[in-house]
């Protein structure tokens, strides 16, 4: 069996572990934190659940759903140990760790009210656990950035710390940590050329690059624009190549002169509902878009593409959406929601 056909055949065999929407509607169902965690112990979320003791909260069931999502990706990456784009999208999990630890430290908290909400797990399963040491361990959120000055992320959160000194706008150490690391995977996408090989499996995996280069370009422009960046700041988060949303295009959001403008440019784009709301509210339509059609092509790699390493990052990201789904089920049951709401916002 080729390497290619292996990784496929992996890829398809773990997708067969995915929770089927019968079972989340069960566990929607659920009336209490309790109960969702007992009825989720006859699935393969069994073994990071039995380290937690009850009382449950959302947060600390999140931790314990991304434990899951950070085995399958690992899982992958070793059976396609070539494949360098499977590694740069595990560094996903790593910067969703360091801006979440950064914004802790911009907003003054301590290092126990960090470190629960940090999955420490996924940084464990690398060796990478002294990079969120460094940011935890800091004073402030400026120390955390000379600190990591020398890593993958240094440039950028030092850009992040800037325009979150001049605007008070937390969310940006979102945007540049994430600019990092699409960075190199656009880089390295572009660097191979057996990736842009005219075939029905290279391209897509083109399109979930593509997609997820697009929807960084155009919502980081968006909402950068809409919390005070301009001109070349804005220019300056655009990351190349780009691909339906061309730099023509990207000029033409930047030139906008209102946000629902600059959403009607993307709207047209994507064939996407016309939105309604305020500036906040348009640009998480058009996040929403993205998300959906992002599941869409994950799915369609099971069926249209040939065994390979298409359906290895299509697997990333349905691990992913499920993930999500688990995690906003958790915050609903939390609460009190109806099954029903619950339901309403997961992607399937």
Not at 20 to 37: C, D, I, K, Y
Not at 129 to 147: G, Y
Not at 270 to 297: H, T
Not at 313 to 330: D, H, P, Q
Request: charge should be neutral; aromatic fraction near 8%.
């Amino acid at each position: 069996m080729s390497s290619r056909v292996f990784i496929g055949a992996r890829s398809f065999a773990l997708r067969g572990t995915l929770l089927s929407r019968r079972t989340m509607e069960t566990l929607a169902e659920s009336t209490s934190l309790e109960e969702f965690v007992n009825r989720l112990r006859e699935t393969p979320y069994s073994a990071p659940l039995s380290k937690l003791q009850p009382p449950y909260t959302a947060r600390r069931l999140e931790l314990a759903f991304r434990e899951r999502f950070a085995d399958v990706q690992l899982t992958l990456m070793r059976a396609a140990s070539n494949f360098e784009l499977l590694k740069l999208y595990y560094m996903k999990n790593v910067a969703w760790n360091v801006k979440l630890a950064l914004k802790s430290k911009a907003l003054g908290k301590s290092y126990e009210e960090s470190i629960e909400y940090i999955d420490l797990y996924s940084e464990e399963l690398i060796g990478r656990r002294e990079l969120i040491a460094k940011v935890l361990s800091a004073q402030d959120v400026q120390e955390a950035a000379s600190l990591m000055s020398g890593s993958e992320f240094g440039p950028e959160i030092e850009k992040a710390v800037l325009a979150f000194t001049n605007t008070n706008e937390v969310r940006f150490f979102d945007i540049y940590v994430d600019h990092a690391v699409l960075s190199k995977i656009a880089k390295t996408y572009l660097a191979n050329p057996k990736f842009h090989a005219k075939t029905v499996d290279i391209a897509s995996l083109g399109n979930i690059i593509a997609l997820d280069i697009d929807s960084y370009n155009l919502l980081s422009i968006l909402r950068a624009m809409l919390w005070g960046l301009q001109g070349s700041e804005l220019k300056d988060l655009i990351i190349q190549p780009t691909f339906r949303a061309s730099l023509p295009l990207l000029d033409k959001l930047i030139a906008s002169e209102s946000t629902a403008e600059a959403v009607k440019l993307v709207q047209e784009l994507y064939s996407m509902q016309q939105p309604v709301g305020n500036d906040e509210e348009l640009i998480n339509a058009a996040e929403e878009m993205f998300l959906q059609e992002s599941l869409r092509v994950a799915s369609r790699a099971f069926f249209w593409q040939k065994l390979g390493p298409t359906q290895a990052l299509a697997m990333t990201k349905l691990i992913e959406f499920e993930t999500r789904n688990l995690s906003a089920m958790a915050v609903g049951i939390e609460v009190g929601l109806p099954a029903s709401d619950i339901l309403s916002k997961l992607k399937f």
